[in-house]
């Protein structure tokens, strides 16, 4: 072989390693920033919302039916969640009489039969989630009892008023009738009593017991 053909050679060899070596150069840049593209455009993961809190988070003492209702009634409304005794401002004396009484005292939570049937029903009280420590806002929520096929339970949950305050005061039952307390050191008490022909609690002014004509609630 000359001289001259063996430096074509070479130099053919040395042209070819060359290009191969700026391809692949050019391979890794494309490819990364492929990779950056694909993670910027994928969309950013919410943040799944918090679960609702266990009924027995209140630390109420619920039946088995009424805590199935309760939890269903909050995976309904995630943006409430189960008033608790430690919701109330500390009292200042004026319900160390009601305590005595009661023995166990919970100012949210409820029972009695509300519409005479012969069931026991249940009132319970919620907080919003968005409200603050020192203003929480109330929704007071009746869960009526039913029998089905020799099985108790609970009705959905029907709202008597949303978004009142209630850290001073507290439900109670006076034989049919559901009472909202707002302020135990006030004697101002809203009534509510089912209404069979309106299937639904209306609230009844207190001079209304003997009229017999109950006034729609406004809440």
Known sequence: MSLSS??????A????????????????????????SSAAEEPA??????????????????????????????GRHPDLRLAKDSDREEPSGSD???????GVYHPYFV???????????????????DSSRGTPWFSVVVFTGKQERGDSGFSAGSFIERDVSLSRGDLSVDRDAVLITPDLADEAVRRYRWDPMRRSY??????????DTPVPSRT
């Open 6 to 11: 063996f430096r074509g050679l070479a130099l």
């Open 96 to 102: 160390g009489d009601v305590r005595k009484l009661y």
């Open 45 to 74: 993961r919410e943040p799944s919302p918090a679960a609702p809190a266990s009924p027995d988070s209140a630390g109420y003492p619920f039946s088995r039916a009424e805590r199935k209702a309760v939890e269903e009634f909050l």
């Open 202 to 211: 209306i609230f009844v002014r207190d001079d209304a017991d003997d009229d």
């Open 111 to 129: 029972r009695g039969d509300l519409n005479d049937d012969g069931i026991l029903d249940f009132v319970l009280a919620f907080v919003r989630r």
């Open 13 to 36: 060899a040395a042209f070819l390693l060359l290009s191969t070596a700026c391809r692949k150069s050019l391979a890794a840049p494309r490819a990364a920033a492929a990779s950056g």
